[in-house]
């Protein structure tokens, strides 16, 4: 009972500094915990609230105590482990709490009596002061062990990694993930510690690369760490730099990082460009283990940049986190996708202009498209005259509608031009009609005329087809030209009958083929008597042909649907 009064009695400045720091887990825990208003709410894996706003910080301090004094006098733990143990685990303590009544004189005392009758799982407080929480250790603690001096090899190698220079509150990350290092024998540990050592490491730089990557310490000394240490010795780097840009919270994956310096000394950078490099931008190698700039690399190689041009573009890298820099080029190839840019357009952007797209986080299209006021061929006029453009559309910036280059009206005149050309009166009702029906450009009407006319017709008889069925110039040259030779081809019809039936050009091939197909099934069955005409067949709505010619049969809507969906899947 001497050492637990004395742990009583410590300093005020000792006191003070244990007890902020018990709260300022709670705080943060409790946080994170959603149930504000909750009288009785309980704090995740951690203490009630009501007890932790009841409790003093001397009863924390006393339950610390005969925590301590448990641990070190009955259970012979060293009092270096029991010491820490009992400060840092305070969900565990907030159990403990939970289990004595708040009002006690000398919650201390109640702890000790608790403890005696009551042994507790030791593995518990342990991986808490660790550095775990208790979703983290819960799935480590073993079913047929309570007390810590049961397992000789778990303390052993415990010891032998504190005594190497590594936290105490990081050793829990390392059991986590190289849980094996803890069931060495004897000596195994230090042996694998001092090979590392013998190759030229010192021991504070290695605590940090252990903490880094754990399994570091398992089987024989890794070569992926030892060759990625030579290459970046090699480019200048000391130790002492590589540890600043290491973070004990994140993991290293050597192999992957060697990968990325194995690829970029090799194939574009000589040593004094890789020292460049680190010193101008490390994350390209350190962030997420080289993860995000092998992911770019081969992005890029996608669109023909070769290694040369993405290493030189590294040596130019903006300030930005590699995975942002990547999202941000991943972007601009969906809005350039979005816009239908052609791939080889899209590619040559990509290769010539990948630092300005990826330095920046354009708007959504749809944004883009409303606030600039035009359509997506005029943004990609735009673009392919100067890719730069993009930079005015980020995230952020303000921007307003692009300046009206006259196209329209432009067009619009081009459109009279052409109908006037064909023997229309200028404001006729026929050009009215038509300049309504008319969609696109004026300069595309012409071509689409010829192309009817190379079909075999004369130019009089296209003028009146197009004042009959002014629509039809509505549809691209290629599509034209397939809908003439299915006319002449597959269904037999001279190129003559466009005359009369020209606006069998406005229909989809689809369409007609489910109409004839339809119509000779019900000519073989004997339905039809009377032979029908192309127009009759094709023009007239899908309910009147349903009504008057397929009902006619007592199978017709059903081949009707059959022929249907053969058509139109295909």
Same mark, same amino acid.
């Given at each position: /009972?001497?050492?637990?009064?004395?742990?009583?009695?410590? !300093?005020?400045?000792?006191?003070?500094?244990?007890?902020?720091?018990?709260?300022?887990?709670?705080?943060?825990?409790? !946080?994170?915990?959603?149930?504000?208003?909750?009288?009785?709410?309980?704090?995740?894996?951690?203490?009630?609230?009501?007890?932790?706003?009841?409790?003093?910080?001397?009863?924390?301090?006393?339950?610390?105590?005969?925590?301590?004094?448990?641990?070190?006098?009955?259970?012979?733990?060293?009092?270096?482990?029991?010491?820490?143990?009992?400060?840092?685990?305070?969900?565990?303590?907030?159990?403990?709490?939970?289990?004595?009544?708040?009002?006690?004189?000398?919650?201390?005392?109640?702890?000790?009596? *608790?403890?005696?009758?009551?042994?507790?799982?030791?593995?518990?407080?342990?991986?808490?002061?660790?550095?775990?929480?208790?979703?983290?250790?819960?799935? *480590?603690?073993?079913?047929?062990?309570?007390?810590?001096?049961?397992?000789?090899?778990?303390?052993?190698?415990?010891?032998?990694?504190?005594?190497?220079? %590594?936290?105490?509150?990081?050793?829990?990350?390392?059991?986590?993930?190289?849980?094996? #290092?803890?069931?060495?024998?004897?000596?195994?540990? =230090?042996?694998?510690?001092? !090979?590392?050592?013998?190759?030229?490491?010192?021991?504070?730089? /290695? =605590?940090?690369?252990?903490?880094?990557?754990?399994?570091?310490?398992?089987?024989?000394?890794?070569?992926?760490?030892?060759?990625?240490?030579?290459?970046?010795?090699?480019?200048?780097?000391?130790?002492?730099?590589?540890?600043?840009?290491?973070?004990?919270?994140?993991?290293?994956?050597?192999?992957?990082?060697?990968?990325? *310096?194995?690829?970029?000394?090799?194939?574009?950078?000589?040593?004094?460009?890789?020292?460049? +490099?680190?010193?101008?931008?490390?994350?390209?190698?350190?962030?997420?283990?080289?993860?995000?700039?092998?992911?770019?690399?081969?992005?890029?190689?996608?669109?023909?940049?070769?290694?040369?041009?993405?290493?030189?573009?590294?040596?130019?890298?903006?300030?930005?986190?590699?995975? @942002?820099?990547?999202?941000?080029?991943?972007?601009?190839? +969906?809005?350039?996708?979005?816009?239908?840019?052609?791939? #080889?357009?899209?590619?040559?952007?990509?290769?010539?202009?990948?630092?300005?797209?990826?330095?920046?986080?354009?708007?959504?299209?749809?944004?883009?498209?409303?606030?600039?006021?035009?359509?997506?061929?005029?943004?990609?006029?735009?673009?392919?005259?100067?890719?730069?453009?993009?930079?005015?559309?980020?995230?952020?910036?303000?921007?307003?509608?692009?300046?009206?280059?006259?196209?329209? @009206?432009?067009?619009?005149?081009?459109?009279?031009?052409?109908?006037?050309? *064909?023997?229309?009166?200028?404001?006729?009702?026929?050009?009215?009609?038509?300049?309504?029906?008319?969609?696109?450009?004026?300069?595309?009407?012409?071509?689409?005329?010829?192309? %009817?006319?190379?079909?075999?017709?004369?130019?009089?008889?296209?003028?009146?087809?197009?004042?009959?069925?002014?629509?039809? +110039?509505?549809?691209?040259?290629? #599509?034209?030209? /397939?809908?003439?030779?299915?006319?002449?081809?597959?269904?037999?019809?001279?190129?003559?009958?466009?005359?009369?039936?020209?606006?069998?050009?406005?229909?989809? %091939?689809?369409?007609?083929?489910?109409?004839?197909? /339809?119509?000779?099934?019900?000519?073989?069955?004997?339905?039809?008597? !009377?032979?029908?005409?192309?127009?009759? #067949?094709?023009?007239?709505?899908?309910?009147?042909?349903?009504?008057?010619?397929?009902?006619?049969?007592?199978?017709?809507?059903?081949?009707?649907?059959?022929?249907?969906?053969?058509?139109?899947?295909?």
């Amino acid at each position: /009972m001497t050492l637990l009064h004395k742990l009583r009695t410590p !300093a005020t400045l000792k006191l003070a500094s244990i007890s902020v720091d018990f709260y300022k887990i709670i705080i943060c825990q409790s !946080a994170n915990s959603p149930r504000f208003y909750k009288t009785r709410g309980i704090v995740r894996d951690g203490m009630d609230r009501d007890i932790a706003c009841q409790i003093s910080n001397a009863s924390i301090k006393q339950a610390q105590a005969a925590l301590l004094d448990y641990l070190h006098c009955t259970r012979s733990l060293q009092f270096s482990d029991a010491e820490h143990i009992s400060r840092n685990s305070p969900n565990f303590l907030g159990k403990l709490l939970k289990k004595v009544s708040i009002a006690d004189s000398d919650i201390g005392e109640s702890i000790t009596r *608790l403890l005696c009758f009551h042994p507790i799982n030791e593995f518990e407080p342990f991986f808490e002061s660790s550095g775990l929480v208790p979703y983290q250790y819960k799935p *480590l603690l073993k079913r047929d062990l309570m007390f810590l001096t049961d397992d000789d090899l778990l303390l052993e190698n415990y010891h032998v990694l504190c005594n190497y220079g %590594i936290p105490r509150n990081k050793i829990g990350k390392i059991y986590e993930q190289a849980g094996q #290092v803890f069931r060495y024998e004897y000596g195994v540990l =230090a042996l694998k510690l001092k !090979a590392y050592e013998e190759l030229g490491f010192e021991q504070s730089f /290695m =605590a940090k690369m252990i903490v880094c990557s754990p399994y570091l310490l398992i089987g024989d000394v890794n070569v992926d760490f030892i060759k990625s240490m030579e290459i970046l010795r090699k480019g200048g780097r000391q130790c002492c730099w590589i540890e600043q840009h290491l973070s004990e919270n994140s993991s290293i994956n050597w192999s992957q990082l060697h990968t990325l *310096l194995n690829l970029l000394r090799n194939t574009a950078y000589s040593e004094e460009d890789l020292s460049l +490099l680190l010193s101008r931008h490390p994350g390209i190698v350190f962030e997420s283990s080289g993860e995000k700039t092998l992911s770019l690399i081969g992005f890029l190689l996608k669109f023909g940049s070769s290694m040369n041009q993405i290493c030189h573009m590294f040596l130019q890298f903006p300030q930005l986190p590699v995975g @942002k820099f990547l999202l941000n080029l991943r972007g601009c190839f +969906l809005f350039l996708n979005e816009i239908d840019m052609e791939a #080889v357009d899209i590619q040559k952007i990509i290769c010539s202009h990948s630092l300005l797209l990826g330095s920046y986080a354009l708007k959504k299209t749809n944004t883009l498209i409303c606030t600039l006021k035009v359509g997506k061929k005029r943004i990609r006029n735009v673009i392919m005259q100067n890719p730069k453009e993009m930079k005015n559309w980020v995230m952020g910036s303000t921007f307003g509608p692009l300046p009206n280059l006259g196209e329209r @009206k432009k067009s619009q005149m081009l459109k009279i031009k052409f109908l006037t050309d *064909l023997g229309f009166e200028e404001n006729s009702r026929e050009m009215v009609k038509a300049l309504k029906v008319f969609r696109g450009k004026g300069a595309e009407l012409q071509e689409r005329f010829d192309c %009817i006319m190379q079909a075999g017709l004369d130019r009089k008889d296209v003028i009146e087809m197009v004042k009959s069925s002014p629509q039809i +110039l509505n549809q691209k040259k290629e #599509v034209l030209k /397939m809908k003439i030779d299915f006319c002449v081809n597959d269904l037999r019809c001279p190129v003559s009958y466009l005359v009369v039936f020209p606006s069998y050009l406005s229909y989809t %091939i689809e369409r007609v083929e489910l109409r004839v197909a /339809m119509y000779n099934w019900l000519k073989e069955q004997g339905t039809l008597g !009377a032979v029908l005409s192309l127009s009759t #067949v094709v023009a007239c709505t899908e309910n009147f042909f349903i009504r008057k010619y397929v009902k006619l049969h007592p199978r017709g809507l059903e081949v009707f649907q059959e022929l249907k969906e053969f058509f139109y899947s295909e």
